[in-house]
């Protein structure tokens, strides 16, 4: 059984893989940034809290730090933790809305990685999964008969497709971990006002195989529910 890390696991995706991934029987580290929906999360789930606020350096290595004293090793990282940024007119977006976006989405998760990494490494069979999305993908975004095309969100789907990229160079970086990123789907969370089709269930399949499979299943995958889709 694994030691399993999770950001933003306090509601939606994060939260329902907790879930999954517990009654699996795998140890499972909710990270969150809110100390109450945090406790709440992982005493529902049957998990450990630990604090994270993924814009935070000094909270990062403080969660790295926590989960090094108690559990000692991680063997998988999901860094799911993301935002969608504001819901104003796109005719209004500024420099400092992008910012924060990325910092959430991008700089999240190399902060997080780069502080669990000596965990990771710890590990027989060490995993990274970014949970990414379609939403960032030049190939659906522009195909009429796809949903991603759409929407128009320029910060968060700009942000996919950095964490896309992140994800193929973490891949080269650290061969003796596999890195892949999911793509949930379309599914009902509050980053959408829960307008997906699809439930939390559905969209934590891919998370749940990525976070699951047998060693040398391969790195510098784009995984969905469906199985691997291209890159591009």
Do not use: C
Not at 145 to 153: G, H, T, Y
Not at 162 to 186: E, S, W
Request: glycine share 10%; hydrophobic share 40%; charged share 20%.
């Amino acid at each position: 059984m694994a030691i399993i890390f999770i950001t933003g696991a306090n509601k939606g995706l994060g939260r329902e893989a907790a879930r999954r991934l517990t009654g699996l029987g795998h140890t499972v580290l909710v990270g969150a940034r809110d100390p109450e929906r945090g406790r709440e999360a992982a005493a529902a789930v049957g998990a450990r809290y630990v604090p994270v606020d993924v814009t935070d350096d000094a909270s990062v290595a403080a969660a790295a730090a926590d989960v090094a004293a108690r559990e000692g090793t991680v063997d998988v990282l999901i860094n799911n933790a993301g935002i969608h940024g504001p819901a104003t007119g796109h005719d209004r977006l500024t420099g400092a809305d992008a910012l924060a976006v990325l910092d959430v989405n991008v700089a999240g998760v190399i902060r997080t990685t780069t502080a669990f990494l000596p965990l990771l490494r710890r590990s027989a069979d060490p995993v990274i999964i970014n949970v990414s999305s379609g939403m960032g993908s030049l190939d659906r975004t522009h195909d009429p008969a796809r949903p991603e095309s759409k929407v128009v969100a320029p910060l968060y789907t700009a942000s996919k497709a950095a964490l896309t990229m992140l994800t193929t160079q973490y891949a080269k970086a650290f061969p003796g971990i596999r890195v892949n990123a999911a793509d949930p789907g379309y599914t009902a969370t509050d980053l959408n006002g829960h307008s997906g089709p699809q439930t939390v269930t559905e969209g934590t399949d891919a998370i749940v195989a990525l976070a699951t499979e047998p060693p040398g299943s391969g790195s510098g995958r784009f995984v969905d529910r469906t199985g691997e889709i291209a890159w591009s």
